[in-house]
């Protein structure tokens, strides 16, 4: 029997951009970017998810995909829903593994080994990691329990 090593990502949406410069993806036009930019890879599953915070789940090979690809490929997906608008938002995907247990019975919540990604619209990386503190947030970290990922209209 042949058992492949399964990744899990829960994946937020942060919009940290003026909605009347550009306004926010909803929850359905998020996961919709989503699945459509990662329908080219048929390892990766993505579905929408019913939690207040998370709003889809992400499965891949762990053979095939490191997390922080899974980032890349996320980021990309968003950025090219926003790539018609001129004025499109730097966006990232800010990862880390969850190592703790999980607080909640709620199988749609973050469970040990999963990684929780945040990706985030927003029109200054360095402003949007003062505002939510990044630097502290990750203190401690080792390398390979977190990831960054970014792209900009200049990339």
């Known amino acids: 029997m042949n058992v492949t090593a399964s990744g899990r990502m829960l ?3 942060n919009f940290d ?3 009347a410069q550009l306004p926010p993806l909803s929850s359905s036009e998020f996961v919709a970017a989503l699945q459509q930019g990662l ?3 048929p390892e990766i599953t993505c579905q929408p998810l019913e939690h207040p915070h998370w709003l889809a789940e992400i499965q891949f090979p762990l053979s095939q995909f490191a997390p922080p690809r899974i980032g890349e490929l996320c980021v990309s997906a968003i950025a090219n829903q926003r790539s018609s608008n ?7 995907a800010l990862g880390g593994i969850k190592t703790t247990p999980a607080t909640s019975p709620n199988p749609a919540a973050l469970q040990e080994g999963n990684w929780g990604v945040d990706l985030v619209e927003t029109v200054s990386k360095d402003i949007f990691f003062l505002k939510v503190n990044w630097t502290t947030l990750i203190a401690g970290k080792s390398p390979d329990q977190i990831f960054e990922a970014e792209y900009s209209i200049t990339n």
């Not at 001129?86 to 990232?92: I, Q, R």
Request: aromatic fraction near 6%.
């Open 86 to 92: 001129k004025s499109a938002p730097v966006t990232l």
């Open 17 to 19: 951009v003026d909605p």
């Open 11 to 13: 994946i937020s949406y």
């Open 39 to 41: 329908s080219s890879e």
